[in-house]
T-cell receptor, first 116, second 117 residues
Framework: NAGVTQTPKFRILKIGQSMTLQCTQD?????MYWYRQDPGMGLKLIYY???????DKGEVPNGYNVSRSTTEDFPLRLELAAPSQTSVYFC???????????????FGPGTRLTVL | DQQVKQNSPSLSVQEGRISILNCDYT??????FLWYKKYPAEGPTFLIS?????DKNEDGRFTVFLNKSAKHLSLHIVPSQPGDSAVYFC????????????????FGQGTILTVHP
């Protein structure tokens, strides 16, 4: 299994440009997540999905959009890039979460995005 | 509003000694607490978790302690090894009022652990 893969690894955008960060997992996990990590800070949840066709906002959703048409893929879209979106973006997936146990989230290697 | 805080940005320890990483939280709706480890240019990897109804969980060299009354948890690594040098994130999982969890995690800022040979 490749686990969680993310493309691209690095990207530089100009202000106002758009791009899609790709995320794919081959573990047949229902749950998928997008986080961003700013320097010296912890990861913050942008969006999450509990299954194909179902997405919801996390802590910092403004400026982003997501879709989940398949179990495997969970792309993150930036429509009008701003310098405040300069960050490292991590995608993660996990099996179903219940209240009685914790199923770990598996993270991809990240995409480093710079907006100039 | 920082609901999960790691107040020590860095920790330096000698190989073979104990490493203690600390974490404080404020939200009583957290039901699980986790530690993730992160190497440069990689994604975080899961290390250990503890349910809010427990006070200790052990896995090999790693032990997590939870003090609910103080809203404090700590990760003990004994003995510390140079390969343990990484950023350690404390995280907490939220459960909603109905007891459902979607696995949403709130992370602390991270502590850089350096283990010297």
């Amino acid at each position: 299994n490749a686990g969680v893969t993310q493309t691209p690894k690095f990207r530089i955008l100009k202000i106002g440009q758009s791009m899609t960060l790709q995320c794919t997992q081959d573990m047949n996990h229902n749950y998928m997540y997008w986080y961003r990590q700013d320097p010296g800070m912890g990861l913050k949840l942008i969006y999450y999905s509990v299954g194909a066709g179902i997405t919801d906002k996390g802590e910092v959703p403004n400026g982003y959009n997501v879709s989940r048409s398949t179990t495997e893929d969970f792309p993150l879209r930036l429509e009008l890039a701003a310098p405040s979106q300069t960050s490292v973006y991590f995608c993660a997936s996990s099996p179903h979460q219940s209240g009685s146990s914790y199923n770990e989230q598996f993270f991809g290697p990240g995409t480093r995005l710079t907006v100039l | 509003d920082q609901q999960v805080k790691q107040n020590s940005p860095s920790l330096s320890v000698q190989e073979g000694r104990i490493s203690i990483l600390n974490c404080d939280y404020t939200n009583s709706m957290f039901d699980y607490f986790l530690w993730y480890k992160k190497y440069p240019a990689e994604g975080p990897t899961f290390l250990i978790s503890i349910s809010s109804i427990k006070d200790k969980n052990e896995d090999g060299r790693f032990t997590v302690f939870l003090n609910k009354s103080a809203k404090h948890l700590s990760l003990h690594i004994v003995p510390s090894q140079p390969g343990d040098s990484a950023v350690y994130f404390c995280a907490a999982r939220r459960v909603n009022a109905g007891g459902t969890s979607y696995g949403k995690l709130t992370f602390g800022q991270g502590t850089i652990l350096t283990v010297h040979p």
